[in-house]
């Protein structure tokens, strides 16, 4: 009698091993609210995912920032609390400085030069990633940002003037803004609304659509109509929990993942057009260099870059490869 019970525990140990195995949960955290076309990518991602693995995989995710910022996202993956997150660039740079290639201030002028730099250095940027154990199933577009004030910003005398928030962590803005002459205010995600609410911060770079998903564009009336920053981010997940599937799951989860951010940046540069109409709609001014004015702002944006590749803070030959893209591009496309 014994003997047999025995046999059926082992049965059952072997049972319940067998579905760790075959059956696995992958949880992955996100700043995108419930409800936002992002999440409803994600969930639809989630459910092929688990029909074409017949229930072997599953993706639940954690929308909203319930599991924090970008640096608490990361620890929780390092202790295995969370097995990815879809985090910005800034966010990742603890993990992969190079990934904040494209953030170069004042980089692209227009979406085709965005275009044209991706379709040959996303690759390389993915590929360095993986190196660092995250395998990245494309990056995302978030839009241009540009500045936004409640104040003018149509010179770069005013733009001196203002209280302007760069996010915590992202080394790369506050040494930009530093070295003309600005002095940053670091912040949260999170915090910056009330920022600019109680005054500590009275401006921000923002996306069109982002502005007006985070409320900001409440608290603003001008902006600066000359690109920023390009805003971008990517859903990663450790390659530790990801060599505990099936190489046949992963496959699949590959393919969907990145079908579904192809999709989700073409959707996101049409929501951003839409959105910058709408704030002309309510009345924010989108303030171009005045002709005086133009040459001070080159020469600010000049300035930017020769800091930044002095201070080496990114991969020398990447920038150097993406500088000759740009000026291939330009060259050839006036």
């Known amino acids: 009698m014994q003997k047999r019970l025995l046999i059926l525990l082992i049965l059952l140990l072997l049972l319940i091993a067998s579905a760790s195995i075959h059956a696995a949960t992958l949880k992955i955290a996100t700043l995108a609210p419930d409800g936002s076309n992002w999440m409803n990518q994600l969930r639809s991602c989630a459910t092929e995912v688990e029909q074409r693995t017949a229930g072997r995989l599953k993706l639940r995710f954690y929308p909203g920032g319930v599991m924090g910022n970008d ?93 302007i928030w760069t996010p915590e962590g992202d080394q790369i803005s506050l040494g930009a803004f530093r070295s003309i002459g600005v002095s940053p205010v670091p912040l949260p995600l999170t915090d910056v609304l009330t920022g600019l609410q109680t005054g500590l911060i009275d401006t921000v770079g923002a996306s069109p659509v982002g502005a007006i998903a985070l409320q900001w564009h409440t608290r603003i009336r001008h902006v600066a109509d000359i690109p920023l920053i390009y805003l971008y981010g990517t859903l990663v997940i450790h390659e530790k929990a990801l ?73 020398p030959p990447l920038i150097q490869q993406l500088q000759r893209l740009l000026d291939d591009f330009r060259n050839t496309r006036g």
């Open 243 to 315: 060599n505990k599937l099936s190489t046949g799951d992963r496959a699949i989860l590959r393919e969907v993942m990145e079908d579904r951010f192809r999709q989700i940046n073409q959707q996101n540069r049409s929501d951003n057009l839409g959105a910058r109409e709408a704030l002309q709609q309510q009345g924010i001014q989108f303030h171009r260099p005045l002709d005086g004015a133009r040459e001070s702002w080159q020469q600010l944006i000049d300035k930017v870059e020769a800091n930044l590749q002095e201070e080496r803070r990114l991969d």
């Open 71 to 163: 640096s608490s996202v990361l620890r929780k993956i390092r202790i295995g609390q969370l097995h990815g997150g879809a985090l910005t660039a800034g966010g990742l740079a603890a993990v992969y400085p190079d990934i904040q290639l494209y953030s170069l201030p004042f980089l692209f002028r227009s979406f085709a030069e965005v275009d044209y730099v991706r379709e040959r250095m996303d690759p390389l940027l993915i590929a360095g990633l993986k190196q660092r154990g995250f395998a990245s199933y494309g990056i995302s577009e978030g839009g241009f940002a540009y500045l936004m004030s409640q104040l003018p910003l149509d010179s770069v005398a005013h733009l001196r003037q203002q209280k």
